[in-house]
């Protein structure tokens, strides 16, 4: 039998995976504005991430019109919190590529300086963390979820490796400061991106098997 809600959880789900691809899409555009040094894809992040807030507070209405017209059970309530708390890390993974993008736009304007190779490593192991994490809630994977969790520490590595590499370059050339502060910057919120990766896989987990694992290294240090 067809419950009423379960359309209501396709299309709220449909909206999220929406969300959830266009959020890589814009952190991609936001990289590719760093490599190429391009202000045009930089300002076009600006608009792209205007789209993933219209989604998200798309997503904010349909769910309060589902709660207000039907019932939903337990397992429906776990699921719609967490697709709220899912787009929440969504839409803040296109602030941080708008951040990346800011980043872009500066380095445009100054003398060129590579960026390291561990900035770029700390590139692709971030992105592949947010499609892991947006993987695993299309699927249904908790295992996937897990592995998610398990790559956050390599994730703070790659960020300090770089953060140390421009404080030197930094502490050898004064002059180019300016442009190793914003390589620190784009590191930081790369940082920032696969920690959302990391909420959401954590989600995965509440909305498939009812366990909240938030803070639970923190709480188990205390009990």
Not at 67 to 92: C, Q, Y
Not at 138 to 161: F, M, S
Not at 166 to 187: M, N, Y
């Amino acid at each position: 039998m067809t419950r009423t809600f379960d359309p209501v959880i396709r299309e709220l789900r449909d909206m999220l995976l929406q969300m959830g691809s266009r959020s890589e899409a814009i952190l991609q555009k936001s990289l590719r504005a760093l490599e190429e040094r391009s202000v045009q894809l930089a300002d076009e992040v600006a608009i792209d991430d205007i789209d993933i807030d219209r989604l998200d507070v798309a997503i904010d209405f349909a769910i309060l019109e589902a709660l207000a017209l039907n019932a939903p059970v337990a397992g429906d309530l776990r699921e719609v919190f967490g697709i709220k708390m899912i787009a929440t890390d969504l839409e803040r993974v296109g602030d941080l590529a708008r951040n990346i993008a800011k980043s872009a736009r500066r380095s445009a304007d100054r003398a060129e300086l590579e960026p390291p190779e561990a900035l770029d490593r700390l590139a692709r192991s971030a992105l592949d963390q947010l499609r892991r994490s947006l993987d695993a809630y299309a699927r249904g994977d908790v295992e996937t979820a897990r592995g998610v969790l398990e790559g956050d520490d390599q994730v703070d590595a790659e960020e300090d490796v770089v953060i140390v590499q421009e404080l030197t370059e930094i502490a050898r050339d004064a002059s180019i400061a300016p442009q190793a502060v914003d390589l620190i910057l784009v590191a930081k919120n790369l940082e920032r991106v696969a920690d959302h990766a990391t909420n959401i896989a954590e989600d995965v987990i509440l909305i498939i098997e009812a366990q909240n694992i938030k803070h639970a290294a923190k709480f188990g240090a205390t009990s």
